[in-house]
């Protein structure tokens, strides 16, 4: 049961952004495409619709790769590992989880320090006028909870297999 | 350094690590041990890799597949390809290649169309007397169209990778996709003549016009995004955009098969998928930018230009190594791995980087169902419930086609540049 709670917390987490970003996209589609209307239609663009747009994007981006990191899809070349031992996978995946506290750790250091200088600065985007410590906190945010993720499956015990080739695993 | 940025992440592929993690580890170690840049640029790549409004097509058209591969879309599809096919042999093995052709003329998406269009097919092809290991080859081989054809995913990475323009490597992709298709049709007409596999029904124009009708909204999505491309009146972001806005609008409310919730569950797989996608689309960028400062690509254009090898012999050493990359790894992954070696390479030699993609993207198409691990052979498999068996030995000849195509496309240029010059200019 102790090692039960923890996954729990991480898909209840996975679900919430996946819902997030689902509005996000749809959110996005409908400024584009009424962005087209009014500029055909009314003659007149949406101003700081392309900003809005490709920062939605960027959370699309890191965000859902958190999902993708927590429910484990991420693309990978699993073709040798597949034939692995069960003792092997079990050790690949613990180094796996440390390389990713590692590397994930560092750029959590470095995102939130850029992020927090550029909310010191209190520059805006140049059109929609958002601030931009807001879309460059996403990746802090993404990689402070990679950072955990990793921390959890090293020590909790995860039953979570890695997602198998899919339809929508590649293009 | 060769260890960090060559060895390191090889090792790491191999056993089987995230891209994203592969690659930035990389560059984390190179910028630790042999450089000394202020971390911030770490960030600052990051994210400005992302912060590119031509990439917002990704998502878009990733979400029009997948509105596009619920309902009852494919089966309009089916039947109008059906109904124009008329009696002739294999007509049905025909109209499976030209609606896997039209369905990734909407979606942009390979494993999406070998499901969809796989789903629709298999019944009618096993009733009609086709062998099933010709079926399984077939339905596995023909999404490898859809990485060539417009609006493939692969060739708007392709082109944010190797900045080119995303409209130019549409135009160039048309030519090859028609090629693609054609020699499948004529592999599919031949094999059906030679075993006396029966012909579909008559040509009847009143049932061609009867399947338009059904199918006519079906058909608006690639209507949209090519008549706006290249009618000058969206960017290709934009006509993504419009193209998910018809594609849920039709289903929802003229065909009235999905619901919102359906609207909204598409929209959050697409989301996740965009995060597989994106993530390592930002790596692999940083990881480009870091080989660009040590110069590493140029240096490995100067070995190669001093072997003064002909060019032909050149793209074939690449075609070779792209389909082996193709059978080990997803386009995505290996176009952005790969353009930042191999595009200032063909570049010296002459060789336009347009031409090339499209090059770049069949090889990988033909990874996709290529023995051993394609990943079109496991949809296949899991989708189509096919005997892995069955798949590797019906789709052997279906690669010899393809290989056909592709030594085509390779070794005339105009296949692929016709397209640009007839579109663009």
Not at chain 1, 122 to 145: D, K, Q, R, Y
Not at chain 2, 61 to 89: C, D, H, W, Y
Not at chain 2, 280 to 292: D, E, M, P, Q, S
Request: overall charge positive; glycine content about 10%; charged content about 10%.
């Amino acid at each position: 049961m102790g090692n039960l709670r923890p996954q729990l917390v991480l898909d209840a987490v996975a679900t919430a952004f996946s819902r997030l970003l689902g509005a996000a996209l749809i959110v996005a589609v409908l400024v584009n495409v009424i962005n087209v209307i009014s500029r055909y239609g009314f003659n007149h663009a949406l101003t700081g619709a392309d900003e809005l747009q490709i920062y939605l994007m960027i959370g699309l981006a890191f965000l859902g790769g958190l999902v993708a990191h927590i429910r484990r899809r991420h693309l990978r070349m699993d073709v040798l590992t597949r034939h692995f031992p069960p003792r092997i996978v079990r050790l690949l995946a613990s180094v796996e989880a440390l390389l990713g506290i590692a590397v994930c750790g560092l750029m959590t250091w470095v995102s939130w320090t850029y992020t927090i200088r550029i909310f010191r600065l209190g520059s805006h985007s140049e059109n929609a006028h958002i601030p931009m410590w807001m879309p460059h906190s996403v990746l802090a945010i993404s990689f402070t909870l990679m950072t955990l993720v990793g921390l959890i499956r090293l020590f909790v015990r995860d039953e979570m297999p890695i997602a198998p080739p899919s339809e929508e695993a590649t293009s | 350094m060769s260890l960090v940025l060559g060895v390191l992440p090889v090792l790491l592929l191999l056993l089987g690590f995230p891209i994203f993690l592969v690659l930035l580890s990389a560059v984390v170690a190179a910028l630790l041990l042999f450089m000394h840049i202020p971390l911030p640029v770490l960030h600052q790549t990051l994210f400005g890799a992302v912060n590119a409004y031509t990439l917002l097509a990704i998502p878009f058209f990733i979400f029009t597949g997948e509105l596009m591969g619920r309902g009852s879309v494919a089966q309009r599809l089916v039947n109008f390809v059906n109904a124009g096919v008329g009696k002739i042999p294999g007509g049905l093995g025909v109209t499976t290649v030209c609606s896997s052709a039209l369905f990734g003329a909407m979606s942009g998406l390979s494993a999406a169309s070998v499901a969809t269009i796989g789903r629709a097919m298999l019944p009618a092809l096993t009733k009609a007397g086709y062998p099933m290991r010709f079926s399984a080859g077939l339905l596995t081989a023909m999404g490898a169209i859809d990485v060539v054809i417009p609006p493939s995913i692969p060739l708007l990475v392709y082109g944010t990778a190797a900045q080119e323009s995303v409209p130019r490597l549409y135009a160039a992709g048309i030519l090859p996709a028609l090629l693609l298709t054609a020699l499948l049709c004529s592999y599919v007409i031949w094999y059906c003549w030679r075993h006396g596999i029966g012909a579909g029904k008559a040509f009847a124009l009143g049932e061609l016009g009867r399947a338009t009708v059904r199918g006519a909204t079906a058909l608006g999505a690639p209507i949209i995004i090519f008549g706006g491309i290249y009618g000058g009146i969206f960017t290709p972001t934009e006509a993504a955009a419009v193209a998910c806005v018809y594609a849920a609008g039709v289903p929802l409310l003229i065909y009235r098969e999905l619901g919102w919730r359906d609207v909204f569950d598409c929209a959050q797989s697409t989301a996740i998928f965009t995060g597989q996608i994106l993530v390592i689309v930002a790596c692999a960028i940083l990881f480009g930018w870091i080989l660009t400062v040590n110069q590493i690509p140029a240096m490995l254009t100067q070995w190669l230009m001093g072997l003064h090898l002909p060019l032909w012999s050149l793209l074939l050493a690449i075609n070779i190594l792209l389909l082996l990359v193709g059978s080990f790894m997803d386009p995505i992954s290996a176009i952005l791995l790969l353009t930042p070696l191999l595009v200032p390479l063909v570049k010296a030699l002459g060789v336009d980087p347009v031409h090339f993609g499209i090059i770049f993207a069949v090889n990988l198409g033909i990874g996709l169902f290529h023995p051993p691990f394609g990943i079109n052979i496991f949809v296949a498999q899991t989708v189509l419930r096919l005997p892995l068996d069955m798949i590797y030995r019906g789709i052997v000849p279906f690669v010899f086609v393809y290989l056909v195509g592709l030594a085509i496309i390779t070794y005339v240029p105009a296949v692929s540049l016709a397209g640009v010059h007839w579109l663009i200019h």
